[in-house]
């Protein structure tokens, strides 16, 4: 008996922890394929799960942040769905590549064209997004998604630190550091490396120079010694047959 009532009160535990647990995996979230660091580019993914047994989803919504628009934001193609790009004017012109930019992307609107999201599935929805911004640890994206019975499920609480986390959270990016610093110590490695090489071949085309320097010098003091060597044989020559001339007078 006793071991009868430790196995259902495991069995309510687990229970109760599932239903707690279950809200954390039927959000709609975002994640990097890779990194997303400040100032960069990035690569994310929508991760939209079906949370009905009885629905499909077959519309979502992302609302890009207002306070720290993007100047880059394009949707990968996703197989059986529409995307929907909106643009919208800054009240602040927002400069990127040297270019005064007056309009962003302020939201996506991916429309199902078949069955969508059926019960027991999730689709993830790919964009590339740029340049993130420096000044913030975070970015915040309202999501909407819209079930084939109608239901609409808004995803726009922004989650507090320190506090439990909302009914339904917004997807939240979470940024990493700036890279910069890393580029900028591989640079100025870049720079000694080179600053390095042209100090060593300085100094070979100087080695090269003294060594053929010294082989010009060698050749001229041996042509110089075998001219001299020449004319003392030809002097000497000269000198023989001039007492050979005095003897016979």
Do not use: C
């Amino acid at each position: 008996m006793k071991a009868s009532r430790i196995a259902a009160a495991g069995a309510v535990s687990g229970i109760a922890v599932l239903a707690l647990s279950a809200p954390a995996f039927a959000h709609v979230s975002v994640q990097p394929e890779g990194t997303a660091a400040k100032g960069g580019y990035a690569t994310v993914g929508f991760k939209v799960p079906n949370e009905r047994d009885n629905a499909s989803t077959t519309k979502l919504e992302i609302n890009f942040p207002a306070d720290h628009p993007l100047a880059s934001v394009m949707p990968q193609p996703v197989p059986g769905w529409k995307a929907e790009v909106t643009k919208s004017k800054l009240d602040k012109p927002l400069e990127s590549h040297g270019k005064q930019l007056t309009e962003v992307v302020t939201k996506v609107t991916w429309t199902a064209e078949g069955k969508g999201i059926e019960p027991g599935y999730f689709q993830k929805f790919p964009v590339s997004l740029g340049a993130l911004p420096e000044n913030t640890d975070q970015l915040v994206f309202k999501a909407i998604q819209t079930y084939s019975n109608k239901e609409v499920v808004r995803w726009i609480e922004v989650p507090q630190e320190g506090q439990e986390e909302p009914e339904t959270p917004a997807p939240v990016l979470e940024l990493s550091a700036a890279e910069d610093d890393a580029h900028g110590a591989s640079d100025a490695k870049a720079g000694d490396d080179t600053e390095a090489a042209a100090q060593n071949t300085a100094a070979d085309s100087a080695a090269s120079g003294s060594g053929d320097s010294s082989d010009t010098t060698a050749r001229v003091l041996g042509i110089v010694g075998i001219v001299v060597g020449a004319a003392g044989v030809a002097y000497g020559v000269l000198a023989g047959r001039r007492r050979d001339s005095g003897a016979a007078a």
